[in-house]
């Protein structure tokens, strides 16, 4: 079985097309085929950490097309948010992070697509965060 590493360009709000998935390649990336899941795994990591701030959502799938791994860059802005917010004590600027926060949330439910829930300190304390959060997770 083979195992791709894929990106896709949001065309919608930031949205992935359903249409939209390539494999990444490239003069510095190769092409992003492997034969076995362990390798995909640790590249896909790799790309990940290297370019936390990436902005395209990126994805392992096999050669049946079952994803395996998801990424979504709206993931590391609600850890960015949730340490903004632990580290002011403005209420203003907390009520605005958690508007934002609440936003990429309501986002990454609608991709349909998010796969991970958020370690703890990527979390906002349970008052502040939004009901959809717990009504997806819970589910």
Known sequence: MKYLLQK???VQKGMPDP???ETISGERAGHQEFDDLATAERIFKTN???ARMAVFPQRIIDSEGTILSYYDPREWYLEQISYDF???TDENERTKLVEYYAHYVRELIATGLW???PPIDARLPDNY???EFFEYWNQ
Request: hydrophobic content about 35%.
């Open 8 to 10: 896709n360009r949001p």
């Open 19 to 21: 249409n939209g998935w």
């Open 48 to 50: 990940i950490n290297m």
């Open 86 to 88: 632990n580290h002011t």
């Open 115 to 117: 796969l991970t829930i």
């Open 129 to 131: 965060m939004p009901k």
